[in-house]
């Protein structure tokens, strides 16, 4: 079945530092990813959709300076957290979705950021 | 615009008996209707998917659910809570074309009691 690798599953930095949060799809090309922020005890936030080889598309009120999405190839996106601070503490999920839809939208298995 | 209504956000169960998750929908055109489930600090697990063809959909760990149109509705159902059911459990939504996003629902916290 179709595979997403997130990593690092935690990761714990001080303010002011970045963070690179990738997005792998294993056993598919991924055409589109999406990241999304979860917080505690709530549903899932989409903030951005990202195309292979095209800038990502953010979601309203996501800050694009702050939150850079790479997709350089179709099995390769990553999140970067620039400038880092305690309240972008949160659980980031990624999706990948393929050509067929038998993937279903697979799920990576989440990073625990830390801002300290 | 797609959304997914799920109530009650914590759902308690007794061990062995029916696990009963409602979602309703809403879409303006045939959806493409999914259900996952969460444990925690873990991401999201594809229990059922329903994309257009049977109307009853069977998934993994003993799930099912079944897509009614005249009711807007994809429920979700196990005949027997088990204890390694307690999870959060997301119904999303999304039209039936390429690479588009995904809407959740809330979620819904089950808690089997043993």
């Known amino acids: 079945g179709a595979v997403v690798s997130q990593h690092p599953s935690w990761v714990i930095c001080k303010s002011g530092t970045s963070v690179k949060i990738e997005c792998r799809s294993l056993d598919f090309q991924a055409t589109t990813m999406f990241w999304y922020r979860q917080f505690p005890k709530q549903s899932l936030m989409l903030m951005a959709t990202s195309n292979e080889g095209s800038k990502a598309t953010y979601e309203q009120g996501v800050e694009k300076d702050k939150f850079l999405i790479n997709h350089a190839s179709l099995t390769l996106s990553t999140l970067t957290v620039t400038s880092a601070h305690p309240e972008d503490s949160s659980f980031y999920i990624c999706?990948?979705?393929?050509?067929?839809?038998?993937?279903?939208?697979?799920f990576g298995s989440g990073t625990r950021l830390t801002v300290v | 615009a797609q959304s997914v209504t799920q109530l009650g956000s914590h759902v308690s169960v007794s061990e062995g008996a029916l696990v009963l998750l409602r979602c309703n929908y809403s879409s303006s055109v045939p959806p493409y209707l999914f259900w996952y489930v969460q444990y925690p600090n873990q991401g999201l697990q594809l229990l059922l998917k329903y994309t257009s063809a049977a109307t009853l959909v069977k998934g993994i760990n003993g799930f099912e659910a079944e897509f009614k149109k005249s009711e807007t509705s994809f429920h979700l159902t196990k005949p027997s809570a088990h204890m390694s059911d307690a999870a959060e459990y997301f119904c999303?939504?999304?039209?039936?074309?390429?690479?588009?996003?995904?809407?959740f629902g809330k979620g819904n916290q089950v808690v089997v009691i043993p």
């Open positions: 999706s990948a979705e393929g050509q067929d839809i038998d993937y279903g939208y697979t």
């Open positions: 999303a939504v999304t039209p039936p074309w390429r690479n588009n996003r995904l809407a």
